[in-house]
C-alpha cells in the first residue's frame, strides 16, 4: 500500500481532506459508534502516515482512547458579544480606547 504525505497535497485536496474529517466527525449515531471510528483513526494514522492520531474521543473511563497525552487543549468556549454596550465583551476585556 502507498503512503500518503499529507503534506504534498495541493490546497486544494487538504481542503477536501479536512471536510471530510469535520463531516464525519458529525455522523455518528452513539457515543460507541464515536468512539469505535476513533479508533479507527488513530489504527489508520498509526500505519498509513506513521503518525500518532492527536484528537482520539476520550472513554467513558476519562482517558482518551490512546493513552498519550498530545497536550491537546480543552474547548474554550466564545466571548459573549454585546455591539451595543459600552463593554462589549464583557468582564472578559477592558472597554474599548476613544
Known sequence: ??????????SADMVDVIHYFFDE????????????HSKLREQIYGSLY???Y???IKDSA?????????GVKPYVPPTEFNPE???PFGSTL????G
Open 50 to 52: 506513521e503518525k500518532h
Open 1 to 10: 500500500m502507498n503512503k500518503v504525505n499529507l503534506l504534498e497535497l495541493d
Open 62 to 70: 476519562g482517558s482518551s482512547a490512546s493513552s498519550a497525552d498530545d
Open 94 to 97: 477592558d472597554a474599548p480606547i
Open 54 to 56: 492527536k484528537y482520539p
Open 85 to 87: 454596550s459600552s463593554n
Open 25 to 36: 466527525d458529525m455522523r455518528y449515531a452513539s457515543y460507541e459508534s464515536a468512539l469505535m
